[in-house]
Nanobody, 121 residues
Framework: QVQLVESGGGLVQTGESLRLSCAAS????????MGWYRQAPGNQRELVAT???????NYADSVKGRFTISRDNEKNTLYLQMDNLKPEDTAVYYC???????????????WGQGTQVTVSS
């Protein structure tokens, strides 16, 4: 099992920056992919960015060029640098970690509790 704790959310104005952190503990050596998702009120949870164990990244079109995902495997921490924030980025942000298992769907996904990001116009 893996435990994930996000931090770094807050209230900022349009154009400002925030850095989210996600500290992992537990069976961290088995973690494969990690990522950030977000959920705004009334909306489904959506992908923001993912990163593989070897550092390959993927971003939602809406955040490309503004957000950067990274991970420090020594510190067992996942980051999301968010620049040029917009009101539409307002949401609860969740980090996730995938642990491989020997049967379909071939991984278990773990979630943090979420951190609120609010961008005022």
């Amino acid at each position: 099992q893996v435990q994930l704790v996000e931090s770094g959310g807050g209230l900022v104005q349009t154009g400002e920056s925030l850095r989210l952190s996600c500290a992992a503990s537990g069976n961290i050596f088995s973690i494969n992919g990690m990522g950030w998702y977000r959920q705004a009120p009334g909306n489904q949870r959506e992908l923001v960015a993912t990163i593989t164990r070897i550092g390959m990244t993927n971003y939602a079109d809406s955040v490309k060029g503004r957000f950067t995902i990274s991970r420090d495997n020594e510190k067992n921490t996942l980051y999301l640098q968010m620049d040029n924030l917009k009101p539409e980025d307002t949401a609860v942000y969740y980090c996730n970690a995938d642990l491989p298992i020997p049967r379909p769907p071939w991984y278990n996904r773990y979630w943090g509790q979420g951190t609120q990001v609010t961008v005022s116009s």
